[in-house]
């Protein structure tokens, strides 16, 4: 871990910015992450704060993967390597650029609730985030403030994979990145806290950073270190690293481990909805990627149940070589075909599973192990997804343990409907409050990857 958390990441990078005090700067944020890191950049160097609004272009059958990015002004960056590999077509392009710079226009009146963008033409332009991967968001980001007239552009960030400075001085003046891992693999791995921030802390710090100059200086709300330990972190599974954020509130009587579905990945917000709900409650969760970015361009790798059930066990092996999780009991949260994954790990007596819940599951596809899952098993199910329900259904006849089926009335697959995730939600968080509360004894018999 590099930084602490985003507003250390800002303050230090502010340091090496120092030199830009007293020019004819303004900073702007990249919404969410960047923005805590520009407020304090702003904040050191007197300098106004703006948000620059960029969306990425995910792939249609795995959102996460970034095949380019939009921002304000109609700048369009396409990452063709992506797109080829990925044999998305122009059509299913301009499907999702039109879905986002919908989103990128909602999100802009969001931010900026009415005040209007600091002017940015004849100025120097300090473009933050809080890191980069790809640096698609980036690129846009220094293209619009190029567009929108800033006579020299300078791109900061707290860190960023070898070479980012090479990669971007394309689009920027100037490219500060304060530290380059050579073993580089996710920005979250660089922070001890990486929270997700929320529209409304952006709002907030947009709000602070506006206030008049003799007005008595504000502390942001919302930003302190939270209880028990709350980060990203990396894990080694055979041959690969998969990116996770694991949160355990103080006092966590249990962990729940995610398995996402297809097409998903550990920044689902349905599962991090849930997640929430049983953060709430007390017990503890572990959203992971149960698959490289590379290894989900193929997608037979998607439903490839059991090297996903091979992934979860590790997973779950190195969550119990954590001093903080070494005794807790363990639960699995499956989605779609993540569900199939994790009765199929949960089949594994050496697992010492406690508790399953299943949300839209494909249990067919782990039909062979079904009669082998012994931890108690929630399968709930959408009222007008029918085929799943059927599937379920049959699942729960095979089934050897104690087990009920949920149906939500009116919900289709992905629970869109109206109260249907607050539902899944709260149907979640009983069945693991009463089924993770004892502690164990330490595991005999762990898994090791």
Same mark, same amino acid.
């Given at each position: 871990m590099l930084f602490m958390d985003r507003r250390d990441a800002g303050r230090r990078l502010a340091e090496r910015l120092r030199d830009h005090a007293g020019e004819d700067v303004v900073v702007v944020g990249l919404p969410r992450g960047g923005v805590p890191v520009a407020f304090e950049v702003a904040r050191a160097l007197a300098a106004p704060l703006?948000?620059?609004?960029?969306?990425?272009?995910?792939?249609?059958?795995?959102?996460e993967l970034g095949m380019g990015a939009i921002g304000e002004g109609g700048v369009r960056i396409i990452n063709e390597r992506v797109v080829r590999g990925a044999q998305v077509s122009e059509g299913e392009l301009a499907e999702v650029e039109r879905c986002e710079r919908a989103e990128l226009e909602r999100r802009v009146l969001r931010f900026r609730r009415g005040r209007p963008a600091v002017p940015l033409a004849g100025r120097t332009v300090i473009v933050v985030d809080d890191g980069i991967a790809t640096g698609s968001t980036a690129r846009a980001a220094c293209q619009v403030a190029r567009a929108q007239g800033a006579t020299r552009v300078l791109l900061a960030v707290p860190?960023?994979?070898?070479?980012?400075?090479?990669?971007?001085?394309?689009?920027?003046?100037?490219?500060?990145?304060?530290?380059?891992?050579?073993?580089? +693999?996710?920005v979250g791995q660089c922070y001890r806290d990486f929270a997700q921030t929320t529209d409304a802390q952006v709002v907030e710090l947009l709000k602070i950073a506006a206030a008049p100059?003799?007005?008595?200086?504000?502390?942001?709300?919302? +930003?302190? #270190?939270?209880?028990?330990?709350d980060e990203e972190v990396t894990v080694r599974a055979s041959q690969v690293r998969l990116a996770g954020h694991l949160n355990l509130p103080d006092g966590t009587g249990g962990i729940v481990v995610f398995a996402h579905g297809s097409g998903s990945s550990r920044h689902s917000p349905r599962n991090q909805f849930v997640a929430s709900a049983l953060n709430a409650a007390g017990l503890g969760t572990l959203l992971f990627d149960l698959l490289t970015v590379e290894e989900e361009l193929d997608r037979a790798n998607v439903f490839d149940i059991d090297l996903l059930a091979d992934r979860l066990l590790e997973v779950t092996a190195w969550l119990r070589g954590e001093p903080?999780?070494?005794?807790?009991?363990?639960?699995?949260?499956?989605?779609?075909?993540?569900?199939?994954?994790?009765?199929?790990?949960?089949?594994?007596?050496?697992?010492?599973?406690?508790?399953?819940?299943?949300r839209g599951g494909r249990p #067919?596809?782990?039909?062979?192990?079904?009669?082998?899952?012994?931890?108690?098993?929630?399968?709930?199910?959408?009222?007008?997804? #029918?085929?799943?329900l059927e599937l379920n259904r049959a699942a729960q006849i095979q089934l050897r343990c104690e087990n009920r089926l949920d149906i939500v009335p009116?919900?289709?697959?992905? +629970?869109?409907?109206?109260?249907?995730?607050?539902?899944?939600?709260?149907?979640?968080?009983?069945? +693991?409050?009463?089924?993770?509360?004892?502690?164990?004894?330490q595991p005999a018999g762990v898994i090791r990857p």
């Open positions: 703006d948000v620059i609004v960029v969306r990425k272009l995910g792939v249609p059958f795995q959102p860190v960023g994979p070898p070479g980012v400075r090479e990669q971007m001085g394309a689009d920027a003046d100037e490219v500060v990145c304060m530290e380059t891992p050579i073993d580089f +693999f996710a100059a003799d007005a008595e200086p504000l502390t942001p709300a919302g +930003f302190a #270190d939270p209880p028990g330990r903080e999780s070494a005794h807790a009991r363990i639960g699995y949260f499956g989605a779609s075909t993540g569900a199939a994954a994790a009765l199929t790990a949960a089949a594994d007596p050496k697992a010492d599973i406690a508790a399953i819940v299943s #067919d596809l782990a039909s062979l192990e079904l009669t082998e899952v012994r931890a108690p098993t929630l399968l709930i199910v959408g009222g007008l997804d #029918d085929v799943v009116g919900a289709t697959h992905l +629970f869109e409907e109206p109260g249907a995730l607050e539902s899944v939600a709260r149907l979640a968080e009983q069945w +693991f409050s009463s089924h993770l509360a004892a502690p164990s004894p």
